[in-house]
């Protein structure tokens, strides 16, 4: 890799998927108001709620497996990464427009 000019790391990890993390809460929050109420259809519907929080981690790790974990600027091109593996290189030559969020 040429001269690195910055790195811009993703603090993010996997269980912040909203796919995952959505359905956990829910099943917590419907187990607990089910447990107060000692309702079985409410500790039915947490449990249903808890597979489907179980089936999406496969998805999410999937997922995660492509997502950057950091993108590093140098000289020659811009790179993202995956906990050190290389996902897609970019030359400046290639680089048509750069968005910049406003304000």
């Known amino acids: 890799m040429s001269e690195v000019v910055a790195v811009f790391p993703n603090t993010a990890s996997w269980y912040h ?3 995952f993390l959505l359905p956990l809460a829910a099943t917590a929050a419907v187990a607990l108001l089910g447990a107060l109420r000692r309702s079985a259809e409410l500790l039915g519907f947490a449990a249903f709620l808890g597979a ?3 089936a999406m981690i496969p998805v999410v790790l ?3 497996r492509h997502t950057a974990t950091a993108v ?3 000289r ?3 790179v993202s990464l995956h906990d050190g593996r290389v996902l897609k290189s970019l030359d400046w030559s290639d680089v048509r427009h750069i968005r910049c969020p406003s304000g």
């Open 72 to 74: 590093v600027v140098t």
């Open 62 to 64: 999937a997922a995660w």
């Open 76 to 78: 020659d091109r811009l």
């Open 52 to 54: 489907v929080t179980l």
């Open 17 to 19: 998927n909203a796919s």
